[in-house]
């Protein structure tokens, strides 16, 4: 991949222990130094998002857009022109979006949007797209892209790109699960459904191990009632070599979704694949185009008979499970892994540009 003489990459707060921890090879790699390394470019660290930070949601909002408002102000009057801005998130993308269509900024400027997709989101996208200077937009899934080009019209730049996994540390070969007995483990917190987990695994006599982050069972906690016997749900914090051993130790990852356009999912869905483990998911529309039923996974109705019913034939054939779980495992390290990602990544950032822009700098182009 040829370099790029200037080239921004703009993602969240430095994480320097996840750093650390990855050159121990202790943690997965991240995505956007590949990326960045592949292109010359030089990684910023802006503010974070609103998830990320606490207090009440308008403050959260106003805090980070606030704080990465400076920050673009800072880029666009230091910055060379014809350099290539790539923002990892709408947190960042929108900020330089707007500042530099009003500033007619001689830049290219490519987004990875991850939370757009929503009526109300997609609403404000196209009132806002005539003031962004945006060429090129990228996302996760094909029914992603289909909706920010319903959007932003059929002349944008619009890619799908699958989320990344680093299959060289999420690889079952490298972990030690514990001599315990079966389980099915049910991972992450966005946008789950664990109440319709919890009905469909009532009874069922297999262990089930739901691991969520203590933050998220305090906010919905008038959701949840008291799980079965048979569910233990972990709220410690885990490193990532011990999730590592969590997977390898289960029979089945269980993800119970709720239906969003949003990747909800997609990082245990992937994970998962990666150690060789056979994914149940319910239906959503954000799903990862890898994952197909009855191919390299299941993908049970949002109803808590029909998924025991899927959990149940998976756990109770395991020719099946393996030849689903070997196809699974192959499909993402074909399409999914970390190098993969981030060459096409790259990839499209090079193509945009060296684009010739049209006349104006809105996000048609």
């Given at each position: 991949m040829s370099l790029i003489e200037h080239c921004a990459v703009l993602v969240g707060p430095r994480e320097s222990l996840r750093?650390?921890?990855?050159?121990?090879?202790?943690?997965?790699?991240?995505?956007y130094l590949l990326v960045a390394e592949r292109l010359g470019g030089t990684v910023m660290h802006w503010c974070p998002p609103p998830s990320?930070?606490?207090?009440?949601?308008?403050?959260?909002?106003?805090?980070?857009?606030?704080?990465?408002?400076m920050e673009t102000r800072s880029l666009l009057r230091g910055i060379e022109?014809?350099?290539?801005?790539?923002?990892?998130?709408?947190?960042w993308g929108l900020p330089v979006g707007l500042a530099a269509h009003a500033v007619r900024a001689r830049i290219?400027?490519?987004?990875?949007?991850?939370?757009?997709?929503?009526?109300?989101?997609?609403?404000?996208?196209?009132?806002?797209s005539p003031y962004l200077r945006v060429d090129g937009w990228v996302c996760v899934t094909d029914y992603q892209a289909r909706l920010l080009r319903g959007i932003l019209g059929p002349e944008a730049r619009?890619?799908?790109?699958?989320?990344?996994?680093?299959?060289?540390?999420?690889?079952?070969?490298?972990?030690?699960?514990?001599?315990?007995?079966?389980?099915?483990?049910?991972?992450?917190?966005?946008?789950?459904?664990?109440?319709?987990?919890?009905?469909?695994?009532?009874?069922?006599?297999?262990?089930?191990?739901?691991?969520?982050?203590?933050?998220?069972?305090?906010?919905?906690?008038?959701?949840?009632?008291?799980?079965?016997?048979?569910?233990?749900?972990l709220t410690e914090r885990l490193s990532y070599v011990g999730m590592r051993d969590l997977y390898a130790g289960a029979s089945l990852v269980v993800v119970p979704l709720?239906?969003?356009?949003?990747?909800?999912?997609?990082?245990?869905?992937?994970?998962?694949?990666?150690?060789?483990?056979?994914?149940?998911?319910?239906?959503?529309?954000?799903l990862p185009d890898v994952l197909v039923d009855r191919g390299t996974g299941r993908i049970a109705h949002r109803d808590p008979r029909a998924l025991r019913e899927v959990v149940d034939e998976a756990c109770s054939n395991s020719h099946y499970r393996d030849q689903v779980t070997e196809k699974a495992q192959v499909a993402v390290r074909r399409t999914c892994s970390l190098e993969g990602h981030s060459e096409s990544v790259a990839g499209f950032l090079c193509a945009t540009h060296k684009r010739r822009s049209g006349t104006g700098h809105k996000s048609r182009f």
């Open positions: 750093e650390q921890a990855t050159d121990r090879m202790l943690a997965p790699r991240l995505d990320a930070l606490s207090g009440p949601k308008a403050w959260r909002v106003l805090r980070s857009f606030g704080g990465n408002a022109p014809g350099t290539l801005v790539y923002s990892t998130g709408e947190t290219k400027h490519v987004v990875y949007v991850h939370r757009v997709f929503t009526p109300r989101w997609l609403s404000a996208l196209h009132t806002l619009v890619i799908a790109i699958s989320q990344g996994v680093d299959t060289q540390f999420w690889d079952p070969t490298k972990a030690k699960p514990s001599a315990q007995e079966p389980y099915l483990l049910s991972v992450g917190t966005e946008m789950r459904d664990y109440p319709l987990l919890f009905d469909a695994v009532k009874g069922m006599g297999m262990r089930v191990i739901v691991k969520a982050s203590s933050a998220w069972m305090r906010k919905t906690r008038h959701m949840l009632r008291t799980p079965p016997p048979n569910v233990q749900v709720l239906d969003t356009p949003q990747a909800a999912g997609i990082t245990t869905i992937l994970e998962a694949m990666a150690m060789g483990k056979c994914v149940v998911a319910t239906e959503s529309q954000g």
